[in-house]
């Protein structure tokens, strides 16, 4: 299983990107899909996670102007950022949490996290 994630790039202060990602392989189930961030010299943070049944998570800094959102059937999962400030700026990782999916034929199942390439975002003052 992969995960390919697009849309970073350059923005001014108060505007709007919008990243997608999407997992390929034989899937059959995942729980959580989302975005992580780390800026430039810090630890990777949780932006915004959403699970199986809809349920979405983000942290304090984001919420209100992020919003996630997920295509279970396509396995993907697409984060819009509005109202963008340059503390925003880091590299985007999407990020897949509990999966099954088969090879061959056996189905494998994990809990653990699966992470995509980053995308980067910065965003000009």
């Known amino acids: 299983v992969q995960l390919q994630a697009s849309g970073g790039g350059l923005v001014q202060a108060g505007g709007s990107l919008r990243l997608s990602c999407g997992a390929s392989g034989r899937i059959v189930r995942i729980d959580h899909m989302g975005w992580y961030r780390q800026p430039s010299g810090k630890q990777r943070e949780l932006v915004a996670t959403v699970d199986h049944s809809g349920i979405t998570n983000y942290a304090d800094s984001v919420r209100g102007r992020f919003s996630v959102s997920r295509d279970v059937a396509k396995n993907t999962v697409d984060l819009q950022m509005d109202s963008l400030t340059p503390e925003d700026s880091a590299v985007y990782f999407c990020?897949?949490?509990?999966?099954?999916?088969?090879?061959?034929?056996?189905?494998?199942?994990?809990?653990?996290?699966?992470w995509g390439q980053g995308t980067q975002v910065t965003v000009s003052s």
């Open positions: 990020n897949v949490r509990g999966m099954g999916w088969y090879e061959g034929d056996y189905l494998y199942t994990s809990s653990s996290d699966t």
